[in-house]
T-cell receptor
């Protein structure tokens, strides 16, 4: 069975602070894909990153970075120097290779206080 | 601009009424999906379609129906059999029917029961 756990329901930080959103997943598959999406107040899910299980390299994109560790089944997301525009709900998701279904965590609501 | 459009943004349903949510994409994507999002929860898959005239049930298909007569369109009907339809509905599409491709989402439709 596939499962994604985002234990942090809500996080508040002051602008310019760094913040890490945790994601822990469960799967018995050796090939799988991990995703992060951002859901701003407008409701649309915005794709941020996709990672396959064979690529454990960390990735940085501007103020965003992702730390993928298979040993701990985690795919954490860090925002550096947070901004008010980062306020949103962030979802981590998992898909099996060759499958259509995305398994979502319950999301972490991030509030950046000016 | 390429993208996914959903209409209406808000939809009100009376008891015993069927309602249809529209989803259109001009990304030339083969696969399309419908998800349901309840407050404080992640998304759950209702139906998906990999090609025209073919679709498959997701995890929570009961009380819903879909059609895929055109590549660009994947409407979702919420039938009177769906006893708890109040939710946020998101449509998504992905590039190929090879699966595990990144899914891109529309802006969503919020369905409320009168």
């Amino acid at each position: 069975a596939q499962k994604v756990t985002q234990a942090q329901t809500e996080i508040s930080v002051v602008e310019k602070e760094d913040v890490t959103l945790d994601c822990v997943y469960e799967t018995r598959d050796t090939t799988y894909y991990l995703f992060w999406y951002k859901q701003p107040p407008s409701g649309e899910l915005v794709f941020l990153i996709r990672r396959n299980s064979f690529d454990e390299q960390n990735e940085i994109s501007g103020r965003y970075s992702w730390n993928f560790q298979k040993s701990t089944s985690s795919f954490n997301f860090t925002i550096t120097a947070s901004q008010v525009v980062d306020s949103a709900v962030y979802f981590c998701a998992l898909s099996r290779a060759g499958a259509n279904n995305l398994f979502f965590g319950t999301g972490t609501r991030l509030t950046v206080i000016p | 601009d390429g993208g996914i459009t959903q209409s209406p943004k808000y939809l009100f349903r009376k008891e015993g009424q069927n309602v249809t949510l529209s989803c259109e994409q001009n990304l030339n994507h083969d696969a399309m999906y419908w998800y349901r999002q309840d407050p404080g929860q992640g998304l759950r898959l209702i139906y998906y379609s990999q090609i025209v005239n073919d679709f498959q049930k997701g995890d929570i298909a009961e009380g819903y129906s879909v059609s895929r007569e055109k590549k660009e369109s994947f409407p979702l009907t919420v039938t009177s059999a769906q006893k708890n339809p109040t939710a946020f509905y998101l449509c998504a599409s992905s590039a190929r029917d090879s699966r595990s491709e990144t899914q891109y989402f529309g802006p969503g439709t919020r369905l409320l029961v009168l």
